[in-house]
């Protein structure tokens, strides 16, 4: 089965500096999805970013970037230039049509914290 | 607005009551999911419709939970006989293809 992992439950950062979240997953699948999901206290599940497996480029979205490493299954996300509005519980998820038929498969979460 | 909405967005009922919830997709999502969230944790896979038929169902979703979506549009969850236990987040979300879109969820709370 299908899992994630996210190794850091909770990260600080500076105000306009850069931080790295940490994710890896174990698939036996060879074409899936990834994401990193954004819940801030008592709001919704915001899609941050996405990764399609099969494509080499990493991902990027304003900033937030990620390095997927498709050998070492693993999918750090980097924000830089960090907002006080960035602070929140980021979710990693794996996606793939396969065994899992389509539902997402989280992780436990990192909750980021921004420093002014 | 277009996004997913849910309703109700808070609900407290004593144990052993039903439950039911709603869940509004973006209109032109084919696919539905429900999860669960509890404090702490990422949402857990309960079920998912592909338009009106429901094609898969988590070992979390027991005998007292069930899921429709009439009419591949809006879907509801409903629970039996709640219980303590069942105090969570529900998530609602939909997708055509990769990225699911989450609704604000309904926080349930059994007394």
């Known amino acids: 089965a299908q899992t994630v992992t996210q190794s850091q439950p909770e990260m600080s950062v500076q105000e306009a500096e850069t931080v790295t979240l940490s994710c890896t997953y174990d698939t036996s699948e060879s074409d899936y999805y990834l994401f990193w999901y954004k819940q801030p206290p008592s709001r919704q599940m915001i899609l941050v970013i996405r990764?399609?497996?099969?494509?080499?480029q990493n991902a990027t979205e304003n900033r937030f970037s990620v390095n997927f490493q498709k050998a070492a299954k693993s999918f750090s996300l980097k924000i830089s230039d960090s907002q006080l509005g960035d602070a929140a519980m980021y979710f990693c998820a794996y996606f793939d049509y396969g065994g899992s038929q389509g539902n997402l498969i989280f992780g436990k979460g990192t909750k980021l914290s921004v420093k002014p | 607005d277009t996004g997913v909405s849910q309703n109700p967005r808070h609900k407290i009922t004593k144990r052993g009551q039903n439950v039911t919830f709603r869940c509004d997709p973006i209109s032109e999502h084919n696919r539905l999911y429900w999860y669960r969230q509890t404090l702490g944790q990422g949402p857990e896979f309960l079920t998912y419709?592909?338009?009106?038929?429901?094609?898969?169902k988590s070992r979390l979703l027991s005998d007292r939970f069930s899921a429709e979506r009439p009419k591949g549009s809006f879907s509801t969850l409903e629970i039996q006989r709640t219980e303590q236990g069942d105090s969570a987040m529900y998530l609602c979300a939909s997708s055509l293809v990769g990225g699911q879109f989450f609704g604000p969820g309904t926080r349930l709370t059994v007394l």
């Open positions: 419709f592909q338009n009106e038929a429901q094609l898969e």
């Open positions: 990764q399609e497996a099969y494509k080499q």
